[in-house]
Each structure stands twice: as C-alpha cells, then as structure tokens.
C-alpha cells in the first residue's frame, strides 16, 4: 500500500505486512469458526443511524469515566503482549493514549511492567487482571498497580480458560515471557499440541473464579473495580449486586465463546439492567467513528478498542496508534456534525434503528 492509511481497517493490512504471519494470526484471530470475530463487525453494519440536522457548529467529544476526564469516548483496551507488535510495545501504546488524552488499560499479560508503563506517560491508567489460581500473585499485581498510581481495577471474567484459537493451535503459537511474573512464576509453559498461550492459562488462571470472589479483590484494594465480559442482563444484574463501580460489555474480540452475540447487539440489554447505577463501556467490533456513535446512542459511556490499537502499534508504533485513535475521533466527530449533535450528551436512543426496532 503506497499511500497513507486513511482508515482503521487499512491499519489493519499495513499491519499484516509488518507482522510475522504467526503473530498477525495471533492478534486478528478469534474462536473456533470465527462467527463471532466477524459478527462484532458486521452487527453494526445493520444498525442505521438516524439524523438529525443543523446546529452543530461547535462539537465537544469530551467526556468522563470514573471522573476522568477524556478528550473523546474512546480507550484502549487490554490487549496481551505489546512487544510482539512493536519493540516498545506497551510504552508505545501508553504514550499514544496520553498524547490523546484518552486512558490505557494495561493487560495483566504485558511485555512492560506494570512500572515501566506508569512511569513512561502520564496517561490515565486502569490495570487489567485475570484471576490467577495463586491468589497472592494477583494481589501482588494489584497492589503494585495501585502503588504506581492506576485508577481502576478491570477482572476479565470471561477467561476461565482460554478459547480456541485454531490459528495460534496451527501456528504453535509462542509467547515470550510475560514481565509482570518475573521473579515471581514463570509463564513460559511448553505444550506438545499448540500454543503455550493456551498450556499458560489452564496452568495458571482459576476457573472456580465466582461472585463472591469479587468481595476478596474488594478487601485487597482501593480502586474501583470494572468487570470486563459481561453480554447478559442476568450477569450485569448480580455485578450490580456485588458492587462493582462499572461493567465493560465485551465478548472478548469473539476469542472466547464463539457464537457468542456479537457484543453490540446486547449493550441496550446490559444498559436497560444498569438502569444507570454504574457505567456501561462497551468492546467489540470498533472500526469506525459511526460504530463509536452508534454504541453511545445505545448507552455506552465510552467504547475500548482492541485490535485497531494493535494493529496501529505494528504498522507504525506509538505514532499509529495515536493517529488511529485520531482517525476514530474525526469520524466520530464527522458522524456527530451529520447527526445534529454537538455533544455526547445529545446522542439519543432515537438516533439509532436496530435490527429490533425494526421488527417490532
Ligand atoms: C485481547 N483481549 C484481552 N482482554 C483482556 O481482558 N485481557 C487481555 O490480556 C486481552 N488480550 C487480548 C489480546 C488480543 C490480541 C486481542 C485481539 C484481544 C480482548 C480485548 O480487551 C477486547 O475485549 C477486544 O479486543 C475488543 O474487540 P476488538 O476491538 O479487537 O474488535
């Protein structure tokens, strides 16, 4: 590709040409036969925006999550192993979250450490976990985050165990070591029959991992407390219950249940359950400012994206995933000029048809 990228999906193929094609396959693949990888995408494409017109002479992107303020409502999500992308990886991707104001968070499964991170910007940070089976090596983590200064804890609960990833199966997919373990486990697990992604997980992560283990992280730290993997008003309800500060709808880019619903198709479920007594973010399927839009009018705070970060990360390190945030921004922007609507705030229900309003 001669030119200059001009959108996030042509991030996507200048990332294909950079990447050795074990770690592309590694970062754009999902589950099994992919259906949900591709539905998260495709979903949005039957969503219609509904415009409105006129007066928007002044937009205002900014907004807030957990009190933070940001330039626009889109972060970054966790997503594992930086460095196999760009040999600054996560610092890379942290600077780009400063420069555009926005907040970072960082995997639990990082090539930086949760130090270098902290210290190299000042950008908002929120510190991703699993929940490891040796539990004072995830406290350990906890409270070093704390320690350097991240704002919020984000448990992934949708990873008792790792989904199958055919492509990183075929691939013998090989992880380095994970830097946040050192001198505590190693993470370099050998499998005969895939990925030692997949050998370190069943190794390590706790799959008896239940709601009231929700308290024990509460006891352990101050931070507010998100959980990341939420696709049913059943779940969204007893996160409720068990007093998280925010849940982040997401199917995990379709890498874990395949055939799970693509993830915009059940953010108004989650949303209708809240009823507005924690903030809903909302992952999956992010590619353009229309797809931003769209979840904000169906009641996202903010959205994270996953892959288009990376894949700005490998095409062009910290520079590419600044301007793929920016390229998100514009659109959004764009879509909020075409929209009559000078501010998130303004963004309605009544701006967007789903599939559902039209057949009912
Ligand atoms: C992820 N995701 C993820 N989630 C998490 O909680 N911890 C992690 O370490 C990772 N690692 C990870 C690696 C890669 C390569 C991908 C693509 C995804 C899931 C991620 O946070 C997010 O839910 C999805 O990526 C969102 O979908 P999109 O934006 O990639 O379509």
């Not at 055919?166 to 895939?194: H, R, W, Y």
């Not at 059940?266 to 809240?274: I, N, P, S």
Request: proline share 4%; with cysteine.
């Amino acid at each position: 590709m001669g030119a200059e990228p001009v959108n996030v999906n042509e991030f996507e193929k200048l990332a294909r040409q950079a990447l050795p094609k074990m770690f592309y396959d590694h970062y754009r693949g999902g589950a099994e036969d992919q259906h949900t990888l591709k539905e998260n995408v495709e979903a949005f494409q039957r969503i219609m925006i509904r415009p409105r017109i006129l007066d928007v002479s002044r937009i205002d992107l900014s907004t807030t999550v957990l009190g933070y303020k940001i330039s626009a409502p889109i972060m970054i999500a966790p997503t594992a192993r930086h460095k196999l992308a760009h040999p600054q990886g996560e610092v890379a991707t942290a600077r780009a979250a400063a420069s555009c104001n926005t907040i970072m968070v960082l995997s639990y499964m990082s090539t930086c450490t949760i130090e270098e991170v902290a210290s190299s910007c000042n950008a908002v940070l929120f510190f991703q976990i699993y929940m490891y089976k040796r539990r004072d090596i995830t406290a350990k983590l906890v409270q070093r985050a704390e320690t350097c200064g991240y704002k919020a804890i984000v448990l992934t609960v949708d990873t008792p165990r790792l989904g199958r990833r055919e492509a990183d199966i075929k691939n013998k997919m090989i992880a380095p070591q994970l830097k946040n373990f050192e001198g505590l486990i190693s993470t370099e697990v050998s499998s005969d029959d895939g990925s030692n992604v997949e050998a370190f997980v069943r190794n390590s992560f706790d799959a008896s991992l239940s709601w009231k283990d929700i308290g024990w992280l509460r006891s352990i730290t101050k931070l507010p407390l998100l959980i990341k993997g939420v696709v049913t008003h059943e779940d969204a309800l007893k996160a409720i219950e068990v007093g998280v500060d925010g849940i982040i709808v997401s199917n995990h880019g379709g890498r874990q249940l395949d055939y799970a619903p693509a993830t915009i198709s059940v953010l108004e479920e989650v949303v209708d359950a809240v009823k507005g007594k924690v903030p809903v973010l909302f992952d999956g399927g992010i590619r353009r400012g229309t797809d931003v839009f769209k979840a904000l009018a169906l009641g996202a705070q903010a959205v994270l994206i996953g892959r288009p970060a990376v894949y700005g990360l490998a095409a062009k390190g910290e520079d590419g995933v600044k301007r793929v945030i920016e390229m998100l921004k514009d659109e959004l922007e764009n879509t909020m000029a075409f929209s009559g609507c000078p501010t998130l705030k303004d963004i309605s229900r009544n701006h967007v048809r789903t599939q559902h309003d039209i057949l009912h």
